[in-house]
């Protein structure tokens, strides 16, 4: 029996909306209880970072220390959910990285986010390699330009990805076989510090999670705020 799989969209902990964890967690254990075998992966951008973010600061944010510590609090609250789970960097997860890079700093002095978590469970796809799994790719979305039916094409798989905020499910081909692309939504609060970007914008993206099931075909569920 092929292991279905649960993606979860970019969280941006600690501002996250937890009803999206929460309704993904619900359908998890639905497929528990039927006897699934069922794998899950974290899309990237698991962490927002925004207290280190390149752009200009709010005075109104969080400071680092508190930001960080409400990060580690998010965390623990999502391993209590799945304590088992594949994770794929995102570009904010990457945030802290950088300004070690911007200070000087060796890699050999900065904490990996595995060790900084401490979460035995999760597994960190730290690779430059797309991560794969039954023939199907999961990236972040940054690492490769185009839609994201062209990075299917461009990988010769399908593929789910996040980043861009939106849900979509686009059918394509390439010269072997017919293809899929699918971008997961997201579950960062519209009300917290890290969304006042797009504040004015009535499009605050989609957010949901996703589902693949045994056979391999991409299923979608959006979540919405009660």
Request: glycine residues 8%; negative net charge; aromatic residues 10%.
């Amino acid at each position: 029996m092929s292991t279905e799989v649960i993606v979860l969209p970019d969280l941006h902990i600690p501002f996250c909306n937890f009803a999206v964890v929460e309704a993904a967690y619900e359908f998890y254990v639905s497929r528990i209880l039927i006897g699934a075998k069922v794998k899950v992966i974290q899309i990237g951008d698991l962490t927002d970072q925004k207290a280190w973010s390149r752009f200009q600061k709010d005075p109104d944010d969080y400071s680092p220390a508190l930001e960080w510590a409400e990060t580690m609090s998010g965390i623990n609250a999502l391993k209590e959910y799945f304590p088992e789970m594949t994770i794929i960097l995102g570009n904010h997860d990457r945030r802290i990285a950088m300004k070690a890079v911007e200070a000087s700093l060796p890699q050999s002095l900065v904490r990996a986010l595995p060790e900084v978590f401490q979460a035995p469970g999760w597994s960190f796809h730290t690779s430059n390699t797309p991560f794969q799994f039954q023939g199907i790719t999961y990236i972040h979305g940054d690492e490769i330009g185009g839609t994201p039916i062209i990075k299917a094409q461009h990988l010769g798989t399908p593929l789910v990805m996040g980043h861009t905020h939106k849900a979509s499910l686009t059918f394509g081909a390439n010269y072997l076989t017919d293809i899929w692309a699918m971008e997961v939504g997201n579950a960062l609060n519209p009300d917290s510090p890290a969304a006042r970007y797009v504040a004015r914008n009535p499009n605050k993206g989609t957010q949901g999670f996703a589902h693949i099931d045994a056979q391999g075909n991409p299923h979608y569920y959006p979540v919405r705020n009660k």
